[in-house]
């Protein structure tokens, strides 16, 4: 519309909604992974790499959302938080579904007999990863509310509940991946398979890692101004 | 000369009227967009609170206007006809030109660096000397546009900031929102009020200096008539820029958007009683940048800084240069 002249320039583009977005996308490929680990488990092969086109497709989506956020992000931006500690939150965010792709690539290198008691065993890793993915994504979820309250003390508090309980449900994951390594270790299975086994078995626990350090990082950021 | 005093009646109401449509109405856009009062119940309140503002508060700016940066008691009244006309097309030209392009000017620049080209073609023609035109009065209005930005942020800060440490600490922020929705009626009204009394004069100090109205009072009816031209600009006009706006600036919660409104309209007041002619919508950019800096807002541009710098520059010599052109022309044509 000409002929107007309007004070909305003084508002910015604002990033927390993108954030959220981009966390909902590490979710989403979560969920993925496990159903492909169940895929595989059923033998059917064809479905493991339709979801590993399908978490490919979903980690690019969250790929165009970080650079849109980066992107726009400059510094003649006046933000509740500060810049460099969204950024780097960003940063350990994406390395989630960076890991979820990862590990859904390495699910179609080979195909491999795997005995019952590991499969039960990765059935729950996965479940521990996707309770802490969600959790997650309450915390990452509380943004809106931080920005609306405009980060009071109460608000912070509710939020770092979340950031305490992933870390707790982090740890679980670890407990869960040591006896898993400890499974594969011990089995009589080929020692090409077992590598790639514990291969997958590190980089899930890579996921639940960088869950668990994003939640730090979103401590860190909504810390940084109190 | 007689028939002058309608041109300039209607450049005027040109005035009123661009002042009613864009700036009246970005001031009180802010109740809108927070869902604090509907369209009509904004354009309702505009228009009564501009009118009241205008007429019963709007006298020490028109002053300033009129005579206060060109002495025109020294300058025959023919003279002065011609300036106050040549001033106001000149501003209502710069400002339609530069709303055109969307630079954040305000009208109250405009005005001021027209009515001070008058005084230099003056000076030129020998009318006045240098030294006669107020230049202690420009400093003074330059300094008032420098300080109300800052003021009406700073103010801004402080109350979000108690809202914020009060309030917010205490109760559940969404209920505090309601309460301030009731309590942003009274800041639509109160913003509505101060940018009447101060943004008139734009409007109506050329034409009260061409009438030569003596002593420290603009008569009453020429305020009206300018309170009446921002009225009608504000209900044929300004209704869309609400919407636009309105639509635009949902992250000014009631909560934030008091902040900003009261802040803007008590810089803008306390400008009215000083007679200081300033921008209601710089004060009210800063206004909202301050509470910003109190952490209340996602994100804040703050290119527009450099914007508003920008057009601030623009302005003063722009109008001045167009009012001395338009002055000579006139001048030149009678």
Same mark, same amino acid.
């Given at each position: 519309m000409r002929f107007v002249r309007s004070? $909305? /320039?003084?508002?910015?583009? $604002?990033?927390?909604? @993108?954030?959220?977005? &981009?966390?909902?996308?590490?979710?989403?490929?979560?969920?993925?992974?496990?159903?492909?680990? /169940?895929?595989?488990?059923?033998?059917?092969?064809?479905?493991?790499?339709? +979801?590993? @086109? /399908?978490?490919?497709e979903i980690e690019n989506r969250a790929d165009d959302i970080k650079e849109e956020i980066r992107g726009k992000v400059t510094r003649s931006l006046l933000l509740p938080v500060d810049r460099h500690d969204l950024l780097n939150f960003l940063d350990v965010q994406d390395g989630i579904i960076n890991y979820c792709e990862h590990v859904g690539h390495m699910l179609t290198f080979r195909r491999m007999r795997i005995g019952r008691e590991i499969w039960e065993g990765f059935s729950i890793l996965l479940s521990k990863i996707m309770?802490?993915?969600?959790?997650?994504?309450?915390l990452i979820d509380h943004i809106s509310r931080l920005v609306m309250s405009s980060f009071t003390r109460r608000e912070v508090e509710e939020a770092l509940k979340h950031v305490r309980e992933v870390?707790? +449900?982090? &740890? /679980?994951? @670890?407990?869960?991946?040591?006896?898993? *390594? !400890?499974?594969?270790? !011990?089995?009589?299975? !080929?020692?090409? @398979?077992?590598?790639?086994?514990?291969?997958?078995?590190? &980089? *899930?626990?890579?996921?639940? !890692?960088?869950?668990?350090? $994003?939640?730090?990082?979103?401590?860190i950021m909504i810390l940084g101004k109190g | 000369m007689d028939l002058l005093i309608p041109l300039i009646i209607l450049a005027g109401l040109y005035m009123a009227w661009n002042i009613g449509a864009?700036?009246?109405?970005?001031?009180?856009?802010?109740?809108?967009?927070?869902?604090?009062?509907?369209?009509?119940? %904004?354009?309702?309140?505009? %228009?009564?609170?501009?009118?009241?503002?205008?007429?019963?508060?709007?006298?020490? %700016?028109?002053?300033?206007?009129?005579?206060?940066? %060109?002495?025109?008691?020294?300058?025959?009244?023919?003279l002065i006809v011609v300036g106050a006309l040549a001033s106001l097309l000149s501003a209502g030209f710069w400002i339609t030109i530069a709303t055109y392009y969307r630079l954040p000017i305000s009208t109250s620049h405009s005005i001021v660096g027209a009515v001070l080209g008058f005084g230099i073609a003056a000076v030129y023609q020998g009318y006045l000397s240098i030294s006669d035109i107020r230049w202690d009065v420009m400093v003074r209005i330059v300094l008032s546009w420098i300080i109300s930005p800052l003021f009406g942020g700073f103010l801004a800060f402080v109350i979000f900031t108690l809202i914020k440490l009060v309030l917010f600490e205490k109760f559940d922020v969404m209920s505090v929102e309601k309460v301030f929705r009731f309590l942003q009626i009274g800041t639509a009204c109160y913003v509505a009020f101060a940018h009447g009394s101060n943004d008139v004069a734009n409007a109506v100090g050329p034409l009260a200096a061409a009438l030569g109205c003596i002593g420290k009072e603009a008569p009453i009816w020429i305020l009206l008539l300018g309170g009446l031209g921002i009225s009608i600009g504000f209900a044929t006009w300004g209704y869309r820029v609400i919407e636009m706006v309105g639509r635009r600036i949902t992250e000014l919660t009631p909560t934030r958007g008091f902040s900003a409104e009261f802040s803007t309209a008590t810089t803008v007041l306390i400008a009215s009683y000083l007679g200081m002619p300033i921008s209601t919508t710089h004060t009210l950019v800063g206004s909202v940048i301050g509470v910003g800096l109190a952490g209340g807002l996602a994100s804040i541009n703050l290119n527009i800084i450099k914007r508003i710098l920008a057009s601030w520059l623009l302005t003063l010599p722009i109008s001045a240069a167009l009012s001395i052109a338009l002055y000579i022309m006139i001048i030149e044509l009678i």
């Open positions: 004070i $909305s /320039e003084v508002f910015g583009y $604002s990033p927390f909604e @993108d954030l959220k977005r &981009h966390a909902g996308l590490c979710a989403v490929a979560v969920g993925l992974l496990q159903k492909q680990f /169940e895929a595989y488990r059923m033998g059917n092969f064809k479905e493991v790499e339709r +979801l590993r @086109d /399908e978490i490919d309770e802490t993915i969600n959790e997650y994504e309450d870390e707790r +449900l982090e &740890h /679980e994951c @670890d407990l869960i991946q040591i006896g898993l *390594l !400890n499974l594969l270790f !011990n089995s009589n299975m !080929n020692p090409v @398979d077992v590598n790639l086994a514990v291969t997958w078995v590190v &980089h *899930l626990g890579e996921i639940a !890692n960088y869950t668990a350090r $994003s939640a730090d990082r979103f401590r | 864009n700036d009246a109405a970005n001031s009180m856009a802010t109740s809108y967009g927070s869902g604090a009062l509907t369209l009509k119940q %904004v354009i309702a309140i505009g %228009v009564m609170l501009e009118f009241m503002g205008a007429s019963l508060f709007g006298q020490r %700016v028109t002053y300033t206007i009129a005579k206060g940066i %060109v002495p025109i008691e020294l300058i025959d009244p023919n």
